[in-house]
């Protein structure tokens, strides 16, 4: 089939830039994302996959924005969570894409629809078979993915269709089969080619009125995709069903897992190309990954921390002295606190792309607010005595400033830029949902995957790499700030 497709498709040359193939933050996204990209770079054509960039509405806006040229989503979902098409039919589907000049390729074949799952012990002690056995145990914990709790085709829509009285908690979606596996919740929400479904023998409840529409996995595309890259991705068409995708599923339990079973799948449908067929990418070893991720992230947090402290001093000095302008500055950069980060980072998406622009953007606005009111109330306090006799010696404004009170509020100054470089360095682990790289990288991945090695991988550098920055300010705060000053600040 594929290399009917490639036949029929016009000889062109590799293109300078690579197909940016995306994927979402769980296994059985990862595992086709890495499959499409090693198709097309066993055609010859560049591809760079950017696994685990997120959910549904980072990967659709990084999609049609131009940053992802392509990713593999599922007519439900496209259905009920990006287009609202009411009769999801495949020419309503296409022509509601082609708006966003985004094109539905041919599906793999398999329906990976939503189903609800209970462990045996709970589905034989409640007597659970269909859903609609959930409305007569209101007490059941109930957790479901984030995603799907706020959408039309997930538990909202469910509740109204079966009257369930449920209220369920949101939850990472690998970390769901955990907290059943462990009994610390009743029922989630899964996928109905997941492996650990057969892995972790749990009771998926018959959706005995019908609710969740048909999640066809399908590859959308660029319509500006050059030709032959589309007509490799074509040739993915009808090569998967629901047991073969359940079981590439169990077998990819960890990262290597995942590029192994991706791997396997595309020699079984590719055409065979015998010599000139591309060695396979040296995976970097432990230390070098950890190495690379943590320049990563360092490079991340200065790119934001740096230019953070300088506008947050700056304003500091220029306005502390009218009371109602320094409030509303407090204020404004308060505000950014309160948006989510990841809210944050898929809000700058459309703005700025995927990748380290919109990370650091959103880490210089969150860094803001430490370093700016820590520098505002230092010097607004500053003891109006000293202030006295500053004038009275005859103290130019600028030899105020820079003589008596950055002197005088620069170990609050300091605590501030400390208090936003270990906010950072946390908070830029979330990067990695939108392809920025860095420790979150191996953290999100491992999530995706259940894999704790790698969170782990991500979580303990990231850890140190917090500690070593909070060591690295006492020695700082050592040699800008005077002793009497340092024991004044500690008292």
């Known amino acids: 089939m594929l290399a009917g497709a490639l036949a029929a498709a016009p000889v062109a040359g590799a293109a300078a830039d690579p197909v940016v193939v995306a994927s979402k933050s769980f296994r059985e996204s990862i595992i ?46 496209i259905a009920e969570g990006i287009k609202r098409v009411e009769d999801p039919t495949w020419a309503n589907l296409t022509a ?19 189903v609800l799952a209970v462990s045996p012990a709970v589905a034989e002690a409640r007597s659970l078979a269909k859903i609609s056995d959930l409305a007569e145990h209101p007490d059941l914990r109930v957790a479901v993915s984030h995603e799907f709790l706020d959408r039309a085709d997930g538990w909202q829509g469910l509740r109204r269709v079966y009257a369930l009285p449920q209220t369920p908690d949101g939850i990472e979606h690998s970390l769901a089969y955990r907290a059943i596996a462990d009994g610390a919740i009743d029922l989630t929400d899964g996928y109905s ?15 005995d009125k019908g609710f969740f529409p048909a999640y066809l996995a399908v590859p959308l595309a660029r319509a500006d995709l ?18 073969e995708m359940r079981a590439m599923n169990a077998a990819a339990l960890d990262d290597a897992g ?29 230390w070098g990954r950890i190495g690379a991720n943590t320049a990563r992230h360092l490079v991340l947090v200065l790119a934001a921390l740096l230019p953070a402290t300088f506008v947050a001093v700056l304003v500091a000095i220029l306005i502390f002295k009218v009371g109602w302008l320094s409030k509303s500055a407090v204020y404004l950069a308060g505000l950014f606190q309160t948006i989510p980060s990841i809210a944050l980072l898929a809000l700058l998406i459309p703005l700025l792309g995927i990748g380290p622009k919109p990370a650091v953007v959103a880490l210089f606005l969150y860094a803001l607010l430490p370093i700016l009111r820590n520098a505002v109330t230092a010097l607004g306090g500053i003891d109006p005595t000293l202030r006295r006799v500053a004038t009275a010696m005859g103290l130019k404004p600028t030899e105020e400033l820079r003589l008596v009170f950055v002197p005088l509020a620069m170990p609050a100054i300091l605590a501030g830029v400390r208090t936003a470089a270990v906010v950072t360095i946390g ?20 999530l995706a995957l259940n894999d704790t090695g790698l969170i782990l991988e991500g979580a303990i550098p990231a850890a140190l790499l917090a500690v070593a920055t909070e060591l690295a300010f006492e020695q700082l705060e050592r040699a800008l700030v005077p002793g009497h000053l340092r024991l004044a600040a500690a008292g």
């Open 32 to 77: 086709l994302g890495e499959a499409l990209a090693e198709l097309l770079r066993r055609e010859g054509i560049p591809a760079r996959h950017e696994q685990a960039l997120g959910g549904t509405k980072i990967c659709y806006d990084a999609l049609v924005a131009g940053e992802v040229d392509v990713y593999v989503e599922y007519t439900g979902t």
């Open 96 to 114: 509601a894409l082609a708006m966003d000049e985004v094109e539905m390729l041919p599906t793999f074949g398999f329906n990976n629809t939503y």
């Open 193 to 207: 080619t997941d492996g650990e479904l057969a892995r972790l023998a749990l009771t998926p409840l018959e959706d």
């Open 226 to 243: 050059p030709p032959r890259a589309r007509a490799v991705l074509i040739g993915v068409a009808g090569t998967l069903g629901d047991d």
């Open 258 to 286: 995942a590029r192994r079973v991706a791997r396997e799948y595309v020699e079984k449908i590719a055409a065979p190309v015998g010599a000139s067929e591309p060695a396979a990418t040296p995976q970097p070893r432990l």
């Open 427 to 446: 908070t830029a682990t979330l990067a990695a949902f939108i392809g920025a790289g860095g420790l979150g990288e191996p953290i999100v991945t491992g």
